[in-house]
């Protein structure tokens, strides 16, 4: 029970409401019972101060920077661990052991190829098909292959069809990348790690082998296992709220793929480096940082600014750090964009209106050079984060559909339309 509550007065009445405290993090007041109490709805616009949910997979301290998995700090994951392993650790709630972890390393590699039918709806798509439209599509479809994973009241085809989308997310992600090259498509190789084969899917072909930089492939993974999960940002609230209604896992992944496809979250990373490239040489960024601080104005500095983070983003930093590792490995260490996100980054931090707003370079920021340096055009960008967060969808989808409280997703609104009015027939009007 609930010792906290709080009051709410309208007018000459006032209600009690109980008020529930997480592990740690800020307080949630329970307005559950409000509208059946005072016939009043919260107005919250954006959910800035909503808690949509209770989760126990992410916690995020905006104020102080943080960003814990199940409680562990990003940064010793992104350093210690690899991205399997925070799959683990996301979907079951804890480290795995070795026997764990070798087990799950398994089952995940053994589902990494898809149907053999489906690579006919690649096909399908325009020539210059964007590869988010290419993954919302077949993404989607994976629900007319996989009957035997459908029925999401059995925990046990819960866990297979996570597995399946975990396992086929990159072989479908390097698929869209290859039809949108116009090169064959590339089987998954099982004796490579995850990041690995994902490298090797994208950048092999049938007539020249891509021979594997460990750097590399290790920027892959850090990148993946930064991108893993992010407490109820808009692409997974999308997936919680497809989910409420019982719809299917994969569709509820493809719904999550369309909304993170928009600049403001997920398709930040590419409109970032297309603004690196369009500002082009330092000498042009205070023309840039104007237009971001003029009201009339729409431009935004993009990579910059997060709606909880307004600290320094965490990822950031770890992100910033693989940047210069990738760019040194592959011999762009004097990238000219390189130069201008560094220089860019250090006015925004002494910039009054940045420093006023908390605008801090956020995880995109960096990662789209570093994509660029690995090799993948920026029309993949957003394809990655999406091969990446998969798997935190999918955990909180889980905890979701596991939560005996369950109900369906269903936000009210406040009504400003018109007033009830008499139909006017057609022949009485002009
Ligand atoms: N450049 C210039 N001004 C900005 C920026 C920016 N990038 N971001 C916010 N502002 C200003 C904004 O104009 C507003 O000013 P005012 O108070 O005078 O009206 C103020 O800061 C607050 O902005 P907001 O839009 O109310 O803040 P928000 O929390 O709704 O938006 C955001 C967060 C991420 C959508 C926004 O900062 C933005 O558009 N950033 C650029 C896009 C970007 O980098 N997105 C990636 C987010 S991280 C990846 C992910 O987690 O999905």
Redesign the pocket.
């Known amino acids: 029970m609930s010792e906290k509550t709080a009051t709410l007065t309208i007018g000459d009445q006032s209600w009690s409401m109980p008020i529930h405290s997480g592990s740690i993090g800020p307080d949630v007041i329970d307005i559950t019972k409000l509208y059946g109490q005072t016939k009043a709805f919260t107005y919250d616009p954006?959910f800035?101060s909503t808690a949509s949910c209770s989760s126990e997979i992410t916690y995020i301290d905006g104020d102080e920077g943080v960003l814990l998995y199940r409680g562990y700090a990003i940064d010793e994951l992104a350093e210690n661990g690899d991205f399997l392993e925070t799959c683990y650790l996301l979907l079951y709630g804890e480290l795995p052991n070795h026997a764990q972890k070798e087990d799950f390393d398994r089952r995940v590699t053994r589902h990494t190829m898809i149907h053999e039918q489906m690579t006919r709806f690649f096909s399908g798509f325009r020539r210059d098909a964007h590869p988010m439209a290419v993954m919302v599509g077949v993404v989607g479809a994976l629900s007319s292959f996989y009957h035997d994973s459908l029925d999401i009241s059995d925990p046990h085809q819960r866990m297979i069809a996570s597995l399946r989308m975990i396992a086929k997310m990159p072989t479908i992600a390097a698929m869209a990348y290859k039809y949108y090259i116009g090169q064959p498509f590339v089987y998954p190789k099982n004796s490579l790690d995850y990041s690995a084969n994902f490298l090797h899917m994208c950048f092999s072909t049938p007539c020249e082998d891509y021979p594997i930089d460990p750097i590399l492939a290790r920027a892959m993974d850090r990148i993946f296992i930064l991108h893993a999960d992010?407490e109820q940002?808009?692409s997974t609230s999308t997936v919680r709220l497809a989910g409420s209604s019982g719809a299917n896992p994969f569709a509820c992944i493809a719904a999550g793929i369309a909304c993170?496809w928009g600049?403001?979250?997920?398709g930040?990373n590419e409109?970032?480096l297309l603004m690196l490239q369009e500002i082009g040489t330092p000498d042009r960024i205070p023309e840039f940082v104007a237009r971001?601080?003029d009201?009339n104005d729409p431009?935004?500095?993009?990579?910059?600014?997060?709606?909880v983070y307004k600290n320094y983003?965490p990822r950031a930093k770890i992100m910033q750090k693989t940047c210069h590792e990738v760019l040194a490995e592959v011999g762009h260490a004097d990238d000219p964009l390189l130069q201008v996100a560094m220089e860019l980054e250090r006015i925004a931090l002494t910039d009054d209106?940045?420093i006023e707003?908390k605008?801090y370079p956020?995880?995109?920021?960096y990662s789209g050079i570093t994509l660029k340096a690995l090799g993948f055009p920026t029309a993949m960008f957003t394809v990655l984060f999406a091969v990446a967060r998969t798997v935190g969808w999918i955990a909180q989808w889980k905890e979701m559909i596991e939560d005996p409280h369950q109900k369906i997703g269903r936000p009210r609104q406040l009504y400003t339309g018109a007033a009830p009015r008499d139909y006017l027939p057609y022949d009485k009007r002009d």
């Not at 600049?263 to 997920?266: D, L, T, V, W």
């Not at 956020?362 to 920021?365: C, L, P, T, V």
């Open positions: 954006g800035t992010h940002n808009a993170l600049p403001a979250h997920g930040a409109a970032a971001a601080k009201k431009f935004r500095l993009m990579g910059f600014g997060h709606r983003d209106y940045f707003k605008l956020n995880i995109d920021f």
